[in-house]
Protein backbone atom coordinates (compact mmCIF):
# COMPACT_ATOMS: atom_id res chain seq x y z
CA UNK A 1 0.00 0.00 0.00
CA UNK A 2 1.15 3.28 -1.06
CA UNK A 3 1.93 5.73 1.64
CA UNK A 4 -0.72 9.00 2.09
CA UNK A 5 -0.08 12.10 1.21
CA UNK A 6 0.35 14.81 4.06
CA UNK A 7 -1.89 17.51 3.67
CA UNK A 8 -0.70 20.79 2.59
CA UNK A 9 -2.06 23.68 4.83
CA UNK A 10 -2.61 26.89 3.44
CA UNK A 11 -2.03 30.38 4.52
CA UNK A 12 -1.87 33.86 3.24
CA UNK A 13 -2.07 37.56 3.30
CA UNK A 14 -5.75 39.04 3.08
CA UNK A 15 -5.76 42.69 1.55
CA UNK A 16 -5.96 44.96 -1.20
CA UNK A 17 -3.46 45.77 -3.87
CA UNK A 18 -0.38 43.94 -1.57
CA UNK A 19 1.25 42.45 -4.85
CA UNK A 20 4.26 43.62 -3.47
CA UNK A 21 4.41 42.01 -0.32
CA UNK A 22 7.43 39.93 1.00
CA UNK A 23 5.18 37.71 3.66
CA UNK A 24 5.30 34.87 0.74
CA UNK A 25 8.46 34.80 0.25
CA UNK A 26 9.47 34.79 4.25
CA UNK A 27 6.80 32.40 5.80
CA UNK A 28 7.24 29.71 2.48
CA UNK A 29 10.87 30.24 3.37
CA UNK A 30 10.33 28.85 6.84
CA UNK A 31 7.71 26.13 6.32
CA UNK A 32 10.43 25.06 4.14
CA UNK A 33 13.12 25.34 6.70
CA UNK A 34 11.23 23.30 9.17
CA UNK A 35 9.65 20.77 6.87
CA UNK A 36 6.33 21.85 7.47
CA UNK A 37 3.66 20.91 4.44
CA UNK A 38 2.06 24.40 3.71
CA UNK A 39 2.02 26.77 1.66
CA UNK A 40 1.35 30.75 1.90
CA UNK A 41 -0.42 32.70 -0.93
CA UNK A 42 -2.02 36.67 -1.51
CA UNK A 43 -5.47 36.74 -1.34
CA UNK A 44 -5.97 40.37 -2.79
CA UNK A 45 -9.92 40.59 -2.55
CA UNK A 46 -12.07 43.90 -3.70
CA UNK A 47 -13.67 45.49 -0.25
CA UNK A 48 -16.77 44.14 -1.78
CA UNK A 49 -16.07 40.90 -1.11
CA UNK A 50 -13.80 41.00 2.02
CA UNK A 51 -16.75 39.71 4.74
CA UNK A 52 -17.60 37.00 2.30
CA UNK A 53 -14.06 35.71 2.21
CA UNK A 54 -13.98 36.16 6.51
CA UNK A 55 -17.32 33.85 6.31
CA UNK A 56 -15.49 31.51 3.98
CA UNK A 57 -12.17 30.92 6.37
CA UNK A 58 -13.55 28.69 8.83
CA UNK A 59 -15.58 26.58 6.11
CA UNK A 60 -12.88 26.16 4.32
CA UNK A 61 -9.37 24.89 3.87
CA UNK A 62 -7.17 27.75 5.18
CA UNK A 63 -5.48 27.14 8.51
CA UNK A 64 -4.44 30.67 9.43
CA UNK A 65 -4.15 34.24 7.74
CA UNK A 66 -2.16 37.49 7.94
CA UNK A 67 -4.28 40.74 7.61
CA UNK A 68 -3.05 44.00 6.17
CA UNK A 69 -4.40 47.33 4.62
CA UNK A 70 -7.02 48.13 4.63
CA UNK A 71 -8.96 45.12 6.66
CA UNK A 72 -7.49 44.57 9.62
CA UNK A 73 -10.38 46.94 11.70
CA UNK A 74 -12.98 45.14 9.46
CA UNK A 75 -11.08 41.59 10.53
CA UNK A 76 -11.67 42.30 14.04
CA UNK A 77 -14.74 43.78 14.33
CA UNK A 78 -15.70 40.60 12.08
CA UNK A 79 -13.94 37.91 14.06
CA UNK A 80 -15.02 39.93 17.52
CA UNK A 81 -18.89 40.10 16.48
CA UNK A 82 -19.04 36.02 16.70
CA UNK A 83 -19.44 34.37 19.66
CA UNK A 84 -17.87 31.43 18.88
CA UNK A 85 -14.85 33.33 17.47
CA UNK A 86 -11.81 34.59 20.07
CA UNK A 87 -9.84 37.93 19.65
CA UNK A 88 -7.11 38.92 22.67
CA UNK A 89 -7.16 41.40 24.63
CA UNK A 90 -4.76 43.59 23.23
CA UNK A 91 -6.18 43.33 19.69
CA UNK A 92 -9.65 44.47 21.06
CA UNK A 93 -8.49 47.61 22.86
CA UNK A 94 -6.61 48.31 19.74
CA UNK A 95 -9.41 47.25 17.56
CA UNK A 96 -7.50 45.74 14.71
CA UNK A 97 -5.79 42.26 13.80
CA UNK A 98 -3.40 41.47 11.86
CA UNK A 99 -3.09 37.63 11.95
CA UNK A 100 -6.08 34.83 12.45
CA UNK A 101 -5.90 31.15 13.20
CA UNK A 102 -8.60 28.77 12.67
CA UNK A 103 -9.20 26.35 14.99
CA UNK A 104 -11.41 23.75 14.65
CA UNK A 105 -13.75 26.24 12.83
CA UNK A 106 -13.66 29.22 14.98
CA UNK A 107 -11.61 32.00 14.03
CA UNK A 108 -8.95 33.54 16.76
CA UNK A 109 -7.63 37.23 16.27
CA UNK A 110 -4.26 38.35 16.90
CA UNK A 111 -2.48 41.76 16.64
CA UNK A 112 1.27 40.98 16.38
CA UNK A 113 2.63 44.55 14.65
CA UNK A 114 3.06 46.06 18.51
CA UNK A 115 5.17 43.50 19.59
CA UNK A 116 7.16 43.66 16.59
CA UNK A 117 7.61 46.99 16.57
CA UNK A 118 9.17 47.03 19.83
CA UNK A 119 11.63 43.84 19.17
CA UNK A 120 12.64 46.20 16.18
CA UNK A 121 13.27 48.98 17.91
CA UNK A 122 15.47 47.32 20.16
CA UNK A 123 17.37 45.56 17.53
CA UNK A 124 17.25 47.94 14.28
CA UNK A 125 16.99 51.26 15.95
CA UNK A 126 19.42 50.03 18.94
CA UNK A 127 16.93 52.03 21.68
CA UNK A 128 16.31 51.14 24.56
CA UNK A 129 13.70 51.45 28.10
CA UNK A 130 15.67 54.23 29.10
CA UNK A 131 16.14 56.51 25.40
CA UNK A 132 12.58 56.54 25.18
CA UNK A 133 10.23 56.28 28.73
CA UNK A 134 9.34 59.51 30.21
CA UNK A 135 9.56 61.50 27.16
CA UNK A 136 7.54 62.08 24.45
CA UNK A 137 7.09 60.24 21.06
CA UNK A 138 5.64 61.97 17.49
CA UNK A 139 3.31 59.69 15.93
CA UNK A 140 2.82 60.34 11.96
CA UNK A 141 -0.50 58.68 10.92
CA UNK A 142 -3.96 57.40 12.97
CA UNK A 143 -4.61 54.55 11.38
CA UNK A 144 -4.01 50.08 12.08
CA UNK A 145 -0.36 50.31 12.42
CA UNK A 146 -0.40 53.17 14.50
CA UNK A 147 -2.70 51.97 16.68
CA UNK A 148 -1.02 49.00 17.58
CA UNK A 149 1.86 50.74 18.15
CA UNK A 150 0.34 53.89 20.39
CA UNK A 151 -1.31 51.09 22.69
CA UNK A 152 1.60 48.58 23.14
CA UNK A 153 4.02 51.40 23.39
CA UNK A 154 1.73 52.87 26.33
CA UNK A 155 1.50 49.22 27.48
CA UNK A 156 5.48 48.57 27.89
CA UNK A 157 8.68 49.54 29.64
CA UNK A 158 9.24 51.66 26.99
CA UNK A 159 6.03 53.80 28.32
CA UNK A 160 6.61 57.37 26.99
CA UNK A 161 5.20 60.78 28.84
CA UNK A 162 2.82 61.13 25.87
CA UNK A 163 2.22 60.27 22.21
CA UNK A 164 1.57 62.83 19.86
CA UNK A 165 -0.87 61.75 17.21
CA UNK A 166 -0.63 63.65 13.57
CA UNK A 167 -2.84 62.83 10.72
CA UNK A 168 -4.29 64.71 7.64
CA UNK A 169 -7.78 63.83 8.86
CA UNK A 170 -7.50 64.95 12.46
CA UNK A 171 -10.76 63.61 12.82
CA UNK A 172 -9.09 60.04 12.97
CA UNK A 173 -6.05 60.98 15.12
CA UNK A 174 -8.36 62.60 17.73
CA UNK A 175 -10.94 59.44 18.06
CA UNK A 176 -7.47 57.62 18.85
CA UNK A 177 -6.30 59.72 21.26
CA UNK A 178 -9.78 59.21 23.06
CA UNK A 179 -9.42 55.63 22.66
CA UNK A 180 -5.72 55.94 24.49
CA UNK A 181 -6.87 57.93 27.07
CA UNK A 182 -9.51 56.40 28.06
CA UNK A 183 -7.18 53.42 28.34
CA UNK A 184 -3.73 55.05 29.98
CA UNK A 185 -5.49 58.10 31.50
CA UNK A 186 -5.58 61.37 30.22
CA UNK A 187 -2.68 63.00 28.70
CA UNK A 188 -1.33 60.32 27.71
CA UNK A 189 -1.90 61.35 23.92
CA UNK A 190 -2.66 64.16 22.18
CA UNK A 191 -3.38 65.17 18.56
CA UNK A 192 -1.15 67.47 16.83
CA UNK A 193 -2.34 70.39 13.89
CA UNK A 194 -0.42 70.81 11.28
CA UNK A 195 1.21 73.96 12.67
CA UNK A 196 2.01 72.06 15.85
CA UNK A 197 3.79 68.73 14.03
CA UNK A 198 7.02 70.38 13.71
CA UNK A 199 7.41 71.60 16.63
CA UNK A 200 6.70 68.35 18.38
CA UNK A 201 9.32 66.68 16.13
CA UNK A 202 11.79 68.67 17.71
CA UNK A 203 11.91 68.05 21.52
CA UNK A 204 10.29 64.43 21.20
CA UNK A 205 12.81 61.35 21.67
CA UNK A 206 10.89 59.28 18.74
CA UNK A 207 9.22 59.40 15.45
CA UNK A 208 7.46 57.02 13.84
CA UNK A 209 6.32 57.33 9.97
CA UNK A 210 3.04 55.16 10.17
CA UNK A 211 1.64 56.34 6.85
CA UNK A 212 2.77 54.46 3.34
CA UNK A 213 4.27 58.12 2.57
CA UNK A 214 7.65 56.97 0.75
CA UNK A 215 6.50 53.93 -0.49
CA UNK A 216 6.73 55.55 -3.82
CA UNK A 217 9.41 58.13 -4.93
CA UNK A 218 7.04 60.97 -6.11
CA UNK A 219 4.98 60.63 -2.72
CA UNK A 220 5.58 63.76 0.08
CA UNK A 221 7.66 63.53 3.25
CA UNK A 222 5.21 63.32 5.71
CA UNK A 223 6.85 65.71 7.51
CA UNK A 224 9.14 69.13 6.16
CA UNK A 225 12.77 68.85 7.11
CA UNK A 226 13.52 72.53 6.67
CA UNK A 227 10.81 72.71 9.28
CA UNK A 228 11.62 70.53 11.64
CA UNK A 229 15.17 71.89 11.80
CA UNK A 230 17.38 70.57 14.60
CA UNK A 231 16.31 67.71 16.66
CA UNK A 232 17.30 64.56 18.10
CA UNK A 233 15.20 62.67 17.72
CA UNK A 234 14.83 58.77 16.65
CA UNK A 235 13.20 58.15 13.56
CA UNK A 236 11.63 54.66 12.81
CA UNK A 237 10.02 54.61 9.11
CA UNK A 238 7.44 51.56 8.65
CA UNK A 239 8.14 51.75 5.13
CA UNK A 240 10.10 49.14 4.39
CA UNK A 241 10.43 48.38 0.79
CA UNK A 242 12.63 51.41 -0.20
CA UNK A 243 14.61 54.09 1.09
CA UNK A 244 12.71 57.17 1.83
CA UNK A 245 13.55 60.45 1.31
CA UNK A 246 12.72 61.28 4.81
CA UNK A 247 14.85 58.39 5.94
CA UNK A 248 17.69 59.85 3.66
CA UNK A 249 17.27 63.65 5.29
CA UNK A 250 18.00 61.90 9.16
CA UNK A 251 21.26 59.67 7.94
CA UNK A 252 21.95 63.41 6.53
CA UNK A 253 21.37 64.47 10.16
CA UNK A 254 23.30 61.60 11.52
CA UNK A 255 20.65 60.29 13.54
CA UNK A 256 19.50 56.96 14.29
CA UNK A 257 17.26 56.27 11.69
CA UNK A 258 15.66 52.98 10.42
CA UNK A 259 12.89 51.23 7.77
CA UNK A 260 10.24 48.75 8.80
CA UNK A 261 11.61 45.57 7.41
CA UNK A 262 12.82 44.44 11.04
CA UNK A 263 9.32 45.17 12.77
CA UNK A 264 7.69 43.13 9.15
CA UNK A 265 9.93 39.95 10.17
CA UNK A 266 9.32 40.16 13.77
CA UNK A 267 5.69 40.40 13.39
CA UNK A 268 5.62 37.49 10.65
CA UNK A 269 7.80 35.28 13.08
CA UNK A 270 5.26 35.55 15.72
CA UNK A 271 2.18 34.74 13.80
CA UNK A 272 4.21 31.84 12.64
CA UNK A 273 4.67 30.61 16.17
CA UNK A 274 0.51 31.42 16.60
CA UNK A 275 -0.02 29.01 13.63
CA UNK A 276 2.42 26.35 14.69
CA UNK A 277 3.48 26.33 18.41
CA UNK A 278 6.38 28.11 20.21
CA UNK A 279 8.58 25.00 19.78
CA UNK A 280 10.07 26.64 17.25
CA UNK A 281 12.56 28.79 18.50
CA UNK A 282 11.81 32.80 17.42
CA UNK A 283 15.33 33.36 16.70
CA UNK A 284 15.41 30.37 14.11
CA UNK A 285 12.39 31.39 12.53
CA UNK A 286 13.52 35.09 11.81
CA UNK A 287 16.60 33.46 10.56
CA UNK A 288 15.15 31.35 7.48
CA UNK A 289 12.76 34.71 6.85
CA UNK A 290 15.59 36.89 6.41
CA UNK A 291 17.16 34.16 4.57
CA UNK A 292 14.82 34.61 1.69
CA UNK A 293 14.72 38.51 1.68
CA UNK A 294 16.12 39.97 -1.39
CA UNK A 295 19.83 40.71 -0.97
CA UNK A 296 20.08 44.32 -1.12
CA UNK A 297 17.39 44.53 1.54
CA UNK A 298 19.19 42.43 3.86
CA UNK A 299 22.21 44.55 3.24
CA UNK A 300 20.41 47.48 3.77
CA UNK A 301 19.83 46.89 7.15
CA UNK A 302 23.06 44.91 7.83
CA UNK A 303 21.59 41.83 8.34
CA UNK A 304 24.48 39.10 7.40
CA UNK A 305 22.54 35.59 6.94
Known sequence: MGETKQKKHVYGLLGRNISYSLSPLMHNAAFGHFGISAEYRIFDIDQSLVIDFLNGISAGDISGMNVTVPYKVTACDFISGNKSNHVEELALRV????????????????????????????EDLKLDYGDIAGRDILMLGSGGAARALSFQLLASDFRPAKIILYDTVPERADSLVSGLEADFGPGSAVSAGAREVHDAAKVCALIINATPLGTDENDPMPLDPAKVGSTSAALYDLVYARTTELQLEWKKKRLPVCGGLGMLVNQAALAFRIWNGEGYPR?????????????????????NI
Open 95 to 122: GAINTIKVDAGCLEGFNTDGEGFLESLK
Open 283 to 303: GEVMSAMRSALPEKMRERYGW
